[in-house]
C-alpha cells in the first residue's frame, strides 16, 4: 500500500512538473523581419505568411511558411533565422528574389512590329522574372504569328543574367505567309464534300476568307465532324486530319480521311419504373422511336422531354436514366429509359435574388405558380415569358431546391434575374422615307417609382418624354403607364401630345392626348379602353389641292372612346418566334361625346408567327378596317381615312400613294382598308437580321368599290435589313412594286426607325 502511494505521488509530480516546464517554454513571436528584399515589398511577403506577431512560435508553420514563399515563384532561396530579444522571439526570413526583367528584345520580326508583340506578353520589365510564364508567352506569341498566316513560325528565346537582372531576346523565324488552298475528304460516302465544308469552321482561301491556318482551329474541326457524323447514327466513325505543303511553303492542303463506318438506327425502345404515366404518354414527344435514325443528341433531347413531362405534372424529384445496347451485325440500338417517379411536389416558398433596383412584388405579380401550388412545368415557362417582355431583365433563370424544405412535399423556387439598362437617355437625327430628315430627344424610364426618391425606379411604371423636330413633322409627346393601378392587376395611363405634319398640299396640326385603363382577362386576353379628344388643324391648303382636302380646312375636335380585345400569345414581345398577336378595336367619336366629327371606326389586326428552325421567323400579318360617318357627319374627314403606300403597309409604292385620290389627283384615303403582309427574317448577328417580303392590299373609298371584279389589288417583293441599336430598330427594306400606276416608280428604298414604349 506505501508504494501505490509512493508511485501515485511520483505520477502527480511528474505531471504538474511537466505543465511548468512547457509553459516556461511556450515562445511568444514578438516580431517578424524580411531581409536581403529589393523588388519584393516586406509588408507583401509578411501578408503570405501564417505566423503572425503576438502568435505562438511553431517550427511546423515555420516550415510552411517557408514552403509558402517558394511558391510564389518570386525567389530562389528563403530561410529563416530565431533571435531571441529582450522583448521576445524575431523571427528573420532571409530570402534570395529571382533577377529582375530588365529588357525585352526582338529579333527577325518583320512582319509584326516589335509593340504589338510586346503588348502580348504578360512578363513585364521592371518586374520579377518568371520563366514558366515566358513559356506561355511565347506560346501566344505563335498563335498571334499563326492568325497573321504564318504557321510555319519559330520562336525560341534565351537570357542573359547579370547583377541580379536579366535581359531576354526572343529570337524569331517568320518564313513565309501561308494560305490554304484545298480541303479534301476521302471516305465521305453519306455526306457530299460541300456539305462537310460547311461544317468545320477552316476556310480556304477566297473573296470572303484570308485561308490563314488556325491550329487551335484546326484541331477542332475533326471534333466538330466526328460529332456530325454521330448526330447522324454514324457512332464508329472515325476522323484522321493530314497537312501537306508545296515545295514553296506557303500554300497549304489539308485532307480529312474519314471512316464512315455504318449507320445506326433505333431498335427497341422501352421503359422502366413508370407507373403514373403510361408508354404510350411517355413516347409521344419522343424522337427516337423505332427504326429512327439514332443520335446521342436525341437521345439526351429524349431524356429531358421526359423528365419536363413529369416535372409538367409535378413530379419535379424524379430522375431519367437511359441505357443502351449497341449490335453491330444488325446495326440496331436499343434503348431503355429507367425512371424514378418520386412524389408530386408543391412549391413552398418563392425567392427573388438578383435585383437590385427593381421591387420584389414587381417580379412576384408576374409569376404565374404561387406558394402551395403543385409544380407546374408550363406555368414556369410562361412565368419566365412575363418577365422577360417586362423588358427590366437580361436573363431570367429559375432552379428549384433539390432537398425539400419544411415538409417532405414542399420545396422552394429560387428565381434569378439579371437587370438590364431600364433608363435612357438619347438625341440623334437620322433620316426616314416617310418623315424626311428628323432629330429627336428621348427621355425614358420603364421601371420607374414615382414615390422612391432620390432614384425613382423600381415599381415597374413606365415615363417617357419625346420630342422630335425634321423637315415636315414636329412631334412633342409625354406617356405615363402604372402597370398595377392601386395594386389590383389594373393597368391606366396617358399621354399628352403636339403633333405637326407637313402633307404635300397641306399642313395637320393635331394637340390632344389619351386615357386608357387595360385588364387582363385570363392570361392571354385582355380588355383595353381609351379616351381621346384632340384638336385638328388643317392649314396652308394650296390652291391645287382636292376639293376633300379643301373642305377640311380650319380647326375641329374629336372626342372618342376605343376598346380593344387583345389576345396576345408571342413567346417575346420583343423578339417574337411563335404565337399569335390578335387585336380587334371599336372606335366610337362623337355623339353623346360631343367633338365636331361623328364616325364609328372598326379595325383588326392578326399576327401569326412560325419559327423556323434556330434563327428563321415567318410572320403573317392581316389588317382589316372599317370606317363609316354617322349623325351630322356627312363624310369621313380625310385625316381619319386609311391610307397605304409606303414602310409600314405595303413597301415598293410611295408613302399614301395606295389607293383614292381626289379631283386633283391627291391622296385623299378611303373607308375600307386590307393589308396582307408576310416576311420572312434570317438572324445574322443577335443585332443584325436579313428579312425577305411579300406585301399585298388596297384602300377603297367605300363598301360599293369592294367587289371581286374591282379589288385591283397592290403587291410588291422585296428584301432589308433589320437592325438593332441603342437608339430603336432600324429597317431598311427595298421594295419592288408589281402594280404601279403608270409614271410611278416600280421600286424604292424605305427607311425607317421605331421607338417601342
Known amino acids: 500500500m506505501r508504494k501505490k502511494f509512493i508511485v501515485f505521488f511520483a505520477f502527480i509530480f511528474l505531471f504538474f512538473s511537466g505543465n511548468v516546464f512547457a509553459q516556461n517554454n511556450e515562445r511568444i513571436i514578438n516580431k517578424l523581419k524580411v531581409t536581403n528584399n529589393k523588388v519584393v515589398s516586406e509588408q507583401t511577403i509578411i501578408s503570405k505568411l501564417k505566423s503572425k506577431e503576438g502568435s505562438e512560435y511553431s517550427p511546423l508553420i515555420l516550415s510552411d511558411d517557408i514552403k509558402r514563399l517558394y511558391a510564389t515563384g518570386l525567389f530562389n532561396d528563403v530561410s529563416a533565422d530565431l533571435v531571441d530579444e529582450a522583448d521576445g522571439l524575431v523571427v528573420v526570413f532571409k530570402v534570395e528574389e529571382k533577377p529582375m526583367l530588365k529588357d525585352i528584345l526582338f529579333s527577325g520580326n518583320r512582319r509584326i512590329r516589335t509593340r504589338k508583340l510586346k503588348n502580348e506578353l504578360t512578363v513585364k520589365i521592371g518586374e520579377i522574372f518568371d520563366q514558366f510564364q515566358l513559356k506561355e508567352d511565347m506560346v501566344n506569341l505563335k498563335k498571334l504569328y499563326a492568325a497573321k498566316g504564318y504557321s510555319l513560325a519559330e520562336l525560341d528565346y534565351a537570357f542573359e543574367e547579370k547583377d541580379n537582372s536579366v535581359i531576354v531576346t526572343i529570337n524569331i523565324q517568320e518564313g513565309k505567309r501561308i494560305r490554304v488552298r484545298k ?33 487551335d482551329v484546326w484541331g477542332e474541326d475533326s471534333d466538330r465532324l466526328n460529332n456530325f457524323y454521330r448526330m447522324d447514327g454514324f457512332i464508329d466513325v472515325s476522323i484522321e486530319p493530314s497537312i501537306e505543303y508545296n515545295q514553296k511553303n506557303d500554300s497549304m492542303y489539308l485532307t480529312f480521311k474519314i471512316s464512315e463506318g455504318k449507320q445506326y438506327r433505333t431498335g427497341n425502345v422501352l421503359f422502366k419504373g413508370n407507373q403514373v404515366f403510361l408508354n404510350s404518354d411517355l413516347s409521344g414527344n419522343l424522337e427516337l422511336l423505332n427504326d429512327q435514325i439514332y443520335s446521342e443528341n436525341k437521345l439526351r433531347s429524349d431524356i429531358s422531354r421526359i423528365q419536363s413531362h413529369y416535372f409538367d405534372a409535378g413530379y419535379i424529384a424524379s430522375s431519367v436514366k437511359a441505357d443502351t445496347m449497341l449490335n453491330p451485325q444488325t446495326g440496331l440500338v436499343d434503348v431503355s429509359y429507367d425512371i424514378s417517379e418520386g412524389k408530386i411536389g408543391y412549391l413552398d416558398k418563392v425567392n427573388i435574388k438578383g435585383n437590385v433596383r427593381t421591387k420584389d412584388v414587381v417580379i412576384r405579380r408576374e409569376m404565374r405558380l404561387f406558394p402551395g401550388d403543385r409544380y407546374n412545368g408550363e406555368k414556369l415557362r410562361r412565368s419566365r415569358q412575363r418577365l422577360y417582355n417586362l423588358g427590366y431583365f437580361d436573363e ?72 422630335e423636330f425634321g423637315s415636315e413633322k414636329k412631334d412633342y409627346e409625354l406617356s405615363f403607364v402604372e402597370p398595377w393601378f392601386l395594386g389590383y392587376p389594373l393597368a391606366t395611363g396617358f399621354n399628352i401630345y403636339s403633333r405637326t405634319r407637313e402633307w404635300d398640299k397641306y399642313d395637320e396640326k393635331r394637340i390632344g392626348g389619351n386615357l386608357f385603363v387595360s385588364k387582363d382577362l385570363g392570361e392571354y386576353w385582355k380588355n383595353k379602353w381609351t379616351y381621346r379628344y384632340e384638336s385638328i388643324r388643317i392649314d396652308d ?22 376598346t380593344d380585345i387583345i389576345q396576345d400569345t408571342r413567346d417575346n414581345l420583343y423578339n417574337p418566334r411563335t404565337g399569335v398577336y390578335n387585336q380587334f378595336s371599336t372606335e366610337y367619336a362623337g355623339g353623346g361625346l360631343g367633338g365636331d366629327k361623328d364616325f364609328v371606326r372598326y379595325e383588326t389586326k392578326n399576327n401569326k408567327y412560325f419559327p423556323i428552325g434556330n434563327d428563321d421567323v415567318l410572320d403573317f400579318q392581316i389588317r382589316l378596317g372599317v370606317i363609316e360617318a354617322f349623325s351630322d357627319s356627312v363624310d369621313v374627314p380625310v385625316y381619319e381615312r386609311f391610307y397605304a403606300g409606303g414602310a409600314n403597309t405595303i413597301r415598293g409604292y410611295k408613302e399614301r400613294r395606295v389607293g383614292p385620290e381626289g379631283d386633283q389627283g391627291d391622296p385623299i384615303g378611303g373607308r375600307l382598308r386590307a393589308i396582307f403582309n408576310s416576311e420572312y427574317t434570317h438572324k445574322l448577328t443577335n443585332n443584325l437580321k436579313w428579312a425577305f417580303f411579300y406585301d399585298i392590299g388596297n384602300v377603297w373609298a367605300n363598301n360599293q368599290e369592294f367587289i371581286w371584279d374591282n379589288l385591283k389589288l397592290k403587291a410588291a417583293i422585296g428584301t432589308g435589313v433589320r437592325v438593332k441599336t441603342p437608339l430603336g430598330p432600324i429597317r431598311l427594306d427595298y421594295g419592288y412594286a408589281l402594280n404601279p400606276k403608270e409614271g410611278d416608280s416600280k421600286s424604292r428604298f424605305h427607311f425607317a426607325m421605331s421607338h417601342e414604349f
Do not use: C
Open 183 to 215: 480541303i479534301s475528304f476521302e471516305g465521305n460516302g453519306y455526306f457530299n464534300d460541300a456539305r462537310l465544308r460547311k461544317i468545320i469552321k477552316t476556310k480556304k482561301r477566297g473573296w470572303f476568307n484570308s485561308g490563314f491556318f488556325k491550329e
Open 541 to 562: 391648303i394650296q390652291d391645287d389641292a382636292s376639293n376633300a382636302i379643301k373642305v377640311e380646312g380650319g380647326k375641329n375636335y374629336i372626342s372618342s372612346i376605343q
Open 396 to 467: 431570367v433563370s429559375f432552379n428549384t431546391e433539390e432537398e425539400p424544405s419544411t415538409l417532405p412535399d414542399k420545396y422552394d423556387l429560387d428565381v434569378f434575374v439579371k437587370e438590364s439598362k431600364t433608363g435612357e437617355f438619347s438625341f440623334g437625327a437620322g433620316y426616314s422615307s416617310v418623315d424626311k430628315f428628323i432629330g429627336f430627344i428621348d427621355l425614358t424610364q420603364r421601371n420607374l417609382d414615382i414615390f422612391n426618391f432620390p432614384t425613382f425606379t423600381g415599381a415597374g411604371q413606365k415615363l417617357r418624354l419625346r420630342m
